[in-house]
């Protein structure tokens, strides 16, 4: 809680007259004397009262830039008081003047680790409190200037976090872009599929951290595909034998590419990229994992993968509809395809539909169009 010690643009007096003064002490006449003697150096916001079970409501309706409180009073003393107001304050810096007509040490070392900052002792000497009630409040001010300029680093240094993680996102998104165009797809499905594996994510009942690093590190899957040769990559027919061993290498590439590096993105997408082909029933490749050998996050880029691409329309093929493409996946549910997966797949279908909408290819084939009627 940060005291409000505001200073009028139009204002020709010092900063400190601005303060919002609090007096507490039960002897109406010490708070009287005090007020008219500040209010008479040209403190205008000096409020006092005598019980000291009302410190904590005004404290929290409108923090105060100094305190004056005294040590022996009835219901609650001041050392109460000072407790109180430190564990309300957080770390916050709350200016303490303790007034008191005790002198001993121990109750001075008491008022210290209690948090008092200063102390005034009765009978006032009115020079003494008014100087003291400045440099106090001057101390406030400069702590106050330098918390501001804390905060205003802070907050530089997280705009230039952000700038840089969202520098690191887009150069993973341009590479998986890379890889996709390479092999005659577009950006587009990339970042469909890459919507959808986030869906599923949160659908399954993964954390928002979990699904955001899917979403960003799914791009990758097929980074692999870059150290394929282009004659069999590009190759317009069926892969003889040969050329489909050096295709599936692709994912043991990409794992290559992205592994080794202590960051939590490119390792879930060193994951992806190395076990998106496994299968649920062990017939995969490159390590023919089953089951829940497999990442969970390859499990759900799988199936956002493979129903993107049934839906899409490529050269060599034109697009399956949805509905078509719905049961194709189902037909692969605990073969190929996790069931807890594919459950949650179907459950966000209409939000997945939704993203396959949004971002369509720009010349999208009629025979490429979804039935809307599984959107009811």
């Known amino acids: 809680m940060s005291a409000q010690l505001e200073v009028p643009v139009h204002a020709a007096m010092p900063a400190y007259l601005h303060a919002r003064v609090l007096v507490v002490d039960d002897q109406p006449p010490n708070t009287l004397l005090l007020r008219k003697l500040l209010e008479a150096e040209g403190y205008h916001q000096v409020v006092t009262v005598n019980d000291p079970t009302e410190v904590m409501p005004l404290q929290r309706q409108a923090p105060f830039d100094v305190i004056l409180l005294d040590i022996r009073m009835p219901k609650l003393d001041g050392f109460g008081v000072m407790r109180l107001l430190q564990e309300d304050a957080g770390d916050d810096y709350v200016p303490i003047?303790?007034?008191?007509?005790?002198?001993?040490?121990?109750?001075?070392?008491?008022?210290?680790?209690?948090?008092?900052?200063?102390?005034?002792?009765?009978?006032?000497?009115?020079?003494?409190?008014?100087?003291?009630?400045?440099?106090?409040?001057?101390?406030?001010?400069?702590?106050?200037?330098?918390?501001?300029?804390?905060?205003?680093?802070?907050?530089?240094?997280?705009?230039?976090?952000?700038?840089?993680?969202?520098?690191?996102?887009?150069?993973?998104r341009r590479l998986g872009k890379a890889a996709e165009f390479r092999d005659n797809e577009t950006g587009f499905h990339i970042i469909r599929m890459s919507k959808f594996a986030e869906l599923i994510a949160r659908a399954m009942g993964l954390n928002d951290s979990v699904a955001e690093l899917i979403l960003h590190a799914s791009p990758m899957h097929d980074i692999g595909k870059l150290g394929i040769?282009?004659?069999?990559?590009?190759?317009?027919?069926?892969?003889?034998?040969?050329?489909?061993?050096?295709?599936?290498?692709?994912?043991e590439i990409g794992a290559q590419i992205l592994d080794g590096h202590h960051s939590r993105l490119l390792q879930m997408a060193a994951r992806i990229a190395h076990a998106h082909h496994e299968r649920w029933d062990g017939t995969g490749y490159p390590r023919g994992l089953r089951e829940k050998e497999i990442p969970l996050e390859a499990r759900i880029v799988a199936v956002a993968d493979v129903f993107d691409?049934?839906?899409?329309?490529?050269?060599?093929?034109?697009?399956?509809?949805?509905?078509?493409?719905?049961?194709?996946?189902?037909?692969?549910?605990?073969?190929?395809?996790?069931?807890?997966?594919?459950?949650?797949?179907?459950?966000?279908?209409?939000?997945?539909?939704?993203?396959?909408?949004?971002?369509?290819?720009?010349?999208?084939?009629?025979?490429?169009?979804?039935?809307?009627?599984?959107?009811?």
């Open 309 to 376: 691409a049934l839906t899409a329309r490529r050269p060599y093929k034109k697009a399956w509809t949805v509905e078509a493409s719905t049961e194709e996946i189902r037909c692969l549910t605990a073969r190929q395809f996790d069931p807890a997966v594919v459950k949650a797949f179907c459950s966000v279908l209409p939000q997945i539909l939704d993203v396959k909408a949004r971002y369509a290819e720009p010349d999208r084939d009629p025979d490429a169009e979804f039935d809307t009627a599984l959107l009811a």
């Open 229 to 251: 040769p282009d004659g069999i990559l590009l190759k317009p027919g069926r892969l003889d034998p040969w050329e489909w061993e050096v295709m599936k290498t692709h994912t």
């Open 97 to 172: 003047i303790v007034l008191t007509a005790q002198t001993d040490e121990e109750t001075r070392l008491r008022a210290l680790a209690e948090g008092a900052k200063d102390f005034v002792t009765k009978p006032f000497n009115r020079a003494e409190v008014l100087n003291r009630i400045r440099n106090m409040l001057e101390v406030r001010l400069l702590h106050r200037r330098v918390r501001e300029q804390n905060e205003l680093l802070e907050q530089r240094v997280q705009e230039r976090t952000l700038e840089l993680q969202e520098t690191r996102l887009e150069i993973v």
